[in-house]
């Protein structure tokens, strides 16, 4: 009895270690996180957003060349600035599809420089015409996805803008697709409506352009979220079931 336990115990032990070096973050990526020119605003929303984890998923070095696609407010393109650190570089995608809704919500296009990430730069261009000066290690996207399929960004060819993103990167580099999580089976039923999309459609539509998938992480996962209601319902704000998908360009 007493080496059953003993057993389980070490198994125990097994399993800790290996969650442990799972979601070991790296230095660079620890900074990011701790930059204190960070706004206030985004580190409000670190523990729901688990920064330190997801880049360490998508693999941040230093030195590296980024793409966030759809950047949004900028809560990423700051953590990737600080990661990639000044041999690095960030060019922050602003699809100019979307030109009225940045209208509507007062964003200015390209937003002003700031002086504390002087190694970001903005591309305000169709995404159906992604492209960056230089090759890229990673290029990123996060929680905008789905969007690429509803009618206010157009919608574009997706098998376009997905080999866009693929001729962009460096030979190994990777894709990294983070986004909510809609019911299995349902496709693009509910990229409109609830913000949501199926992820096996979003693995199918990138590997047809050429694309491995390479793995997944669950740092964002919520079992207990039902798929059912919109992203931005207070029930599930912050909360929802997200996926993140990583992709490589062989090589």
Avoid: C
Avoid at 31 to 44: F, G, I, K, L
Avoid at 128 to 134: A, G, R
């Amino acid at each position: 009895m007493r080496m059953i336990a003993w057993a389980a115990m070490g198994a125990l032990l097994l399993t800790m270690s290996a969650n442990a070096a799972e979601h070991k973050i790296p230095a660079n990526i620890s900074a990011a996180v701790s930059d204190p020119n960070r706004p206030e605003t985004d580190r409000a929303r670190d523990a729901n957003r688990k920064p330190a984890e997801s880049l360490a998923f998508a693999g941040v070095k230093p030195g590296d060349r980024v793409a966030d696609i759809i950047p949004g407010g900028g809560y990423f393109t700051r953590l990737f600035s600080k990661a990639v650190g000044p041999t690095g570089y960030v060019y922050a995608y602003m699809p100019s599809n979307i030109d009225d809704l940045y209208k509507k919500h007062g964003i200015t296009v390209p937003p002003p420089p700031d002086p504390n990430y002087p190694n970001v730069s903005y591309i305000h261009a169709p995404i159906e015409k992604f492209v960056t000066p230089e090759k890229l290690d990673i290029a990123w996207t996060s929680q905008n996805y789905h969007d690429l399929h509803d009618k206010f960004f157009g919608p574009p060819d997706i098998n376009v803008v997905n080999k866009a993103v693929y001729d962009s990167l460096k030979p190994g580099g990777v894709f990294i697709v983070l986004d909510h999580a809609a019911e299995k089976g349902s496709g693009l039923r509910d990229t409109d409506t609830l913000h949501r999309i199926d992820e096996d459609t979003v693995k199918k539509e990138v590997e047809a352009a050429g694309f491995k998938f390479a793995g997944e992480s669950d740092v964002l996962r919520n079992p207990n979220d039902p798929r059912t209601a919109k992203v931005f319902d207070p029930s599930i704000r912050g909360k929802t079931d997200q996926f993140i998908l990583k992709f490589r360009k062989p090589g």
